[in-house]
């Protein structure tokens, strides 16, 4: 699916693990992060500080549903599963998103 325009849900309801510049340890899960610009979109769209875990996300109806709104709620409820950076921590390859998406596949309906 094509991302939503004025969305932004994942930018603010997801965990990210990895470093976002201005926010060296990433972000929790329901912090906005400080490049979602009041219209939603990305300030470092195209530029090459931005996330890889970023650039490499593509929109899923699974996760983002068919409003922001639901995407909203289907990230946050993803957000209340156990974290994967509990023991024993898994190797990271990028955002705790994609982490518990490799995790807990299976909790996605
Ligand atoms: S939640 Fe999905 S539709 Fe919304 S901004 Fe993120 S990728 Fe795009
Ligand atoms: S860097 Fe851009 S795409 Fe990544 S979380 Fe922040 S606003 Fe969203």
Redesign the pocket.
């Known amino acids: 699916m094509d991302?939503?325009p004025d969305?932004?849900?994942?930018?603010i309801a997801t965990s990210i693990s990895s470093l976002i510049p201005g926010m060296p340890d990433g972000k929790p899960a329901g912090v906005r992060c400080i490049h979602l610009l009041g219209d939603?979109k990305c300030a470092l769209y195209g530029n090459t500080s931005r996330p890889k875990v970023c650039s490499d996300?593509k929109?899923e109806p699974e996760?983002?549903g068919y409003s922001?709104e639901e995407?909203i709620r289907i990230?946050s409820s993803l957000s209340d599963l156990p974290s994967p950076l509990d023991d024993p921590p898994p190797p990271l390859k990028g955002g705790y998103f994609l982490e518990l998406y490799t995790t807990f596949p299976s909790t996605i309906v």
Do not use: D, T
């Open positions: 991302c939503r969305c932004g849900a994942c930018c939603f996300y929109a996760f983002c922001r995407a990230l």
